[in-house]
């Protein structure tokens, strides 16, 4: 299957602090990304989806000015958490669509700590 | 939206038993089932999937049905090893490049 990476892939920050995740495409083109955020023991909840060169679509509830999706190129997407709180703390995930077989491949995830 | 329901929510089997899970998606214009496997701390990762236009998949020892009139889809884990044991999730949409949603996962335990 096709490999996406994800950056950093554990990061603590400091309450109020922004964090900027990345995650790439490494094999193939990916013109939508999409962002998910896991609760331990949870499922996936995706946040927004992500489009090259056109304005990401946030979920109902999904605060887009705190979570800030900008996807620059085909092969990188990246997610700010502005202005982080411990609340924020969660594991997130990128997945990519990978067009050659039309489904989604995801990163392995960055783990967010708010202190 | 999109509504995804997935049961059950923990599996034990013996080894070399089978493991069934199943899962109803609410959207009549869902086309799309993939089925994830997540080990603790680590990324999902794609196991199978099926298209509305079939009704049953297969890959070795996994297996992937579709009943699109009733809305639910299953997979199936024949002659399962302890490696096996991960959380699954199902999950509906329209596509790959469409938005998934995920039921709320399968942990599935092999026991020697």
């Known amino acids: 299957g096709a490999v996406v990476s994800q950056h950093p892939s554990r990061v603590i920050c400091k309450s109020g602090t922004s964090v900027k995740i990345e995650c790439r495409s490494l094999?193939?083109?990916?013109?939508?990304m999409f962002w998910y955020r896991q609760f331990p023991k949870q499922s996936l909840m995706l946040m927004a989806t992500?489009?090259?060169?056109?304005?990401?679509?946030?979920e109902q509830g999904v605060e887009k000015d705190k979570f800030l999706i900008n996807h620059a190129s085909l092969t990188l997407s990246t997610l700010t958490v502005t202005s982080a709180h411990p609340e924020d703390s969660s594991f997130y995930i990128c997945?990519?669509?990978?067009?050659?077989?039309?489904?989604?491949?995801f990163g392995p995830g960055t783990r967010l700590t708010v202190l | 939206g999109e509504n995804v329901e997935q049961h059950p929510s923990t599996l034990s089997v013996q080894e070399g038993d089978s493991a069934v899970i199943k899962c109803t998606y609410s959207?009549?214009?869902?086309?799309?089932f993939p089925w994830y496997k997540q080990e603790l701390g680590k990324r999902p990762q794609l196991i199978i999937d099926?298209?509305?236009?079939?009704g049953e998949k297969k890959d070795q020892r996994i297996a992937v049905t579709l009943n699109k009139t009733a809305k639910h889809f299953s997979l199936h884990i024949t002659e399962t090893q302890p490696e096996d044991s991960a959380v699954y999730f199902c999950?509906?949409?329209?596509?790959?490049?469409?938005?998934?949603?995920f039921g709320t996962g399968t942990q599935l335990k092999v026991e020697l």
């Open positions: 992500s489009n090259e060169g056109s304005k990401a679509t946030y």
């Open positions: 959207d009549s214009a869902s086309n799309y």
């Open positions: 999950a509906a949409g329209g596509g790959g490049g469409n938005k998934l949603t």
């Open positions: 094999d193939f083109q990916a013109t939508t």
């Open positions: 099926i298209r509305s236009n079939v």
């Open positions: 997945s990519a669509r990978d067009y050659r077989e039309d489904t989604q491949y």
